[in-house]
RNA sequence: CGGGAUGUAGCGCAGCCCGGUAGCGCGCGUCGUUCGGGACGACGAGGUCGCAGGUUCGAAUCCUGUCAUCCCGACCA
């Protein structure tokens, strides 16, 4: 391994890429625009996919798994959604590869697909087809499905977690009797990821709605929440659609009401992907490495030795054995670093690229105080305490942490939205500072369009929360009802 | 998909212009000394030069194609 990494202000893109890669989170893989997400990258997921599926059966849903291939026909079913994935969709032609009598293997030209097929870039059109064969009455709804699962888009420019061709992510596909019940869906789940996002991430939001431009191909309503990070760039971190009967009168699907009368179906999706793990990483790291919040980090402790003879050793091991007993008890992960072919310098630095939030040292110094040494990685702080009740301490500094790291990202966070009057002063801010930027608009997609050729920027949402107040457009000088974010965005 | 750059040992790079069969640093292996912030010494292993063609007596080096990565653009719920 060498020495460091780039720094944000040096390169903020490639401190990333060296950051993901360094960290062994992920790596690039043969296959154009796919990444190997590696042992420890996973583990983090895993954490996020654990939490988020309980969640998800906290509020009622059931997981189920529908087919990678999507027969080309159901695409045309629904004209938005076709438009919106038709350019980024890998297509399957045949089934069989042949030896070409040379020794090359070939596409066996004999084996064309009668009808071609898609590989998902989101089940919408595949599960609304199964709907009807399962919908006939109010007495079958809601359904709430969730499925995890990996979809395919054809990215033209990919970076690891980002923005990848395949990606792991999660989409939950609600039906419904009533436009009230799946609108009220559709926030609910809004609200979970937001939750999830703040309390897990440590990452504060923005809770909120698209505009037309933005919104999801099919759905009449996008949810999403929006993140900051590091760089003034804004990511969104996860949408949630009210799809309307969009996809109902796409597939027929109807049911009879409880008056005996035929309506189609109400449908939401919703979803979150392992770019929150590109969202995580670039929200809290620094030019040591990564920097993990404790709920997520796969592992929470690192304890390292500092010996000169082998009876040292034995003694701090035996100490070491105590305090993860102890530690297991309260269910923090911990990983005992003995190895003797690396010296502890050389520890500390690699335990703090891969973000590990507390280090345990211990030396002979320490065993004969009765101490150790603590060291947080969030704020590269380290303090000498007493090995008693260690477990309680690093308990409670673990959970202080997590809030700690969460109420710097909202303090950059709160810094870094700007309420702008002109159009000169939104330009000025977009270039110097950075971050969202609030403005008055006009409400239409031209002007959104125009702002985005000028300047880069688009809308990131019109918050939830927003008050109205009367304005002028910061574009166009028509009237405006309320402020909208603007960012630059991933 | 357009413009630019890159691809040589696990990683980072030199060599390429001016063709003659590959080198440096880190890492890796063994042994020894070390060990409270990325240790040191000695010896050693490791490369069909991204891949496929072509030119040539001879190609890492020249030509063509192709694949991948990075940056900029277009595109991207």
Redesign the pocket.
């Known amino acids: ?5 780039t720094s944000r202000s040096e ?1 903020y ?2 401190w ?2 060296e950051l993901v890669t360094k960290a062994d989170l992920a790596e ?7 990444m190997v997400i590696k042992p420890y990258g996973y583990a983090i997921w895993e954490k996020m996919q654990a939490t988020l599926d309980q969640m998800f059966k906290d509020t009622g849903h059931s997981n189920a798994y529908f087919p990678l291939f999507i027969p080309k026909s159901f695409f045309s079913k629904e004209a938005s959604h076709v438009e ?2 038709a ?2 969709c890998a297509v399957v032609t045949h089934y069989r590869l042949k030896n070409d009598g040379t020794g090359k293997i070939v596409v066996d030209e004999n084996a064309k697909l009668e009808e071609e097929l898609i590989v998902r ?2 089940s919408e059109t595949i599960i609304w087809n199964t709907y009807r064969g399962w919908i006939e009455s109010y007495r079958d709804l809601p359904i709430l499905v969730n499925q995890w699962a990996n ?1 395919v ?1 054809w ?6 977690f980002l ?1 990848t061709a395949e990606f792991l ?1 999660q989409e939950g596909h609600t039906a419904h009797a009533t436009e009230q019940e799946a609108v009220e869906e559709a926030e609910r789940m809004l609200h979970v990821y937001a939750d999830f996002v703040e309390n897990w991430l440590a990452l504060p939001v923005v809770r909120g709605t ?1 505009t037309e431009n ?6 009449i309503n ?1 949810y ?1 929440i929006e993140a900051l990070m590091q760089d003034g760039k804004a990511l ?1 971190a996860g ?1 949630s ?1 009210f799809l309307g009967q969009n996809f109902a009168k796409a597939f027929d699907v109807k049911f009879t009401s409880k008056e005996g009368k035929l309506d189609y179906v109400w449908a939401t999706s919703w ?1 979150v ?1 392992t770019r929150l793990m590109g969202a995580l990483i670039m929200a809290h790291s620094d030019d ?2 990564l920097v993990l919040p404790p709920k997520l980090a796969p592992i929470q402790v690192v304890i390292v030795p ?4 082998d009876e040292e050793r034995n003694e701090i091991g035996e100490l070491a054995d105590e305090l993860i007993a102890a530690f297991k008890q309260k269910g923090i992960t911990v990983k005992y670093d003995d190895r ?11 335990w ?2 891969k973000g590990v939030p507390v ?1 345990i ?8 105080q009765g ?3 603590i ?1 947080r990685r969030d704020l ?1 702080s ?1 303090e ?1 305490v007493s090995k008693e009740g260690l477990a309680d301490t690093v308990e409670q500094l673990l959970e202080a942490m997590q809030q700690s790291i969460y109420d710097k990202a909202l303090a950059y966070r709160n810094a870094h939205v700007t309420e702008v009057n002109s159009y000169e002063e939104f330009r000025e801010v977009l270039e110097s500072k950075g971050g969202f930027v609030s403005a008055h608009w006009d409400g239409t997609v031209e002007t959104e369009k125009r702002v ?2 000028e300047t ?1 920027a ?1 809308i990131r949402c019109i918050p939830l929360d927003n008050k109205l107040e009367e304005g002028t457009c910061i574009f166009t000088g028509k009237v405006s009802k309320q402020r909208v974010l603007f960012a630059k ?1 991933y």
């Not at 690039?28 to 796919?34: I, L």
């Not at 040292?361 to 004969?368: E, Q, V, W």
């Open positions: 391994m060498s020495k460091g990494i390169d893109s490639q990333y890429n690039h893989s043969a296959v154009r625009g796919c919106g994935f350019t980024e870039p989101t979809v888009r990215e033209m420019r990919t970076r690891l923005r992510w698209k933005e919104r999801f191909a099919g759905a996008t999403c969104q949408t659609h979803g992907s040591a490495g500092i010996y000169k003879t003797d072919t690396q010296r502890p310098g050389f520890k500390f630095a690699e703090e690229l280090r040292t211990i030396g002979a110094r320490d065993l004969k101490n150790v040494e060291a590269q380290k000498t985005k050729e880069k688009t965005a």
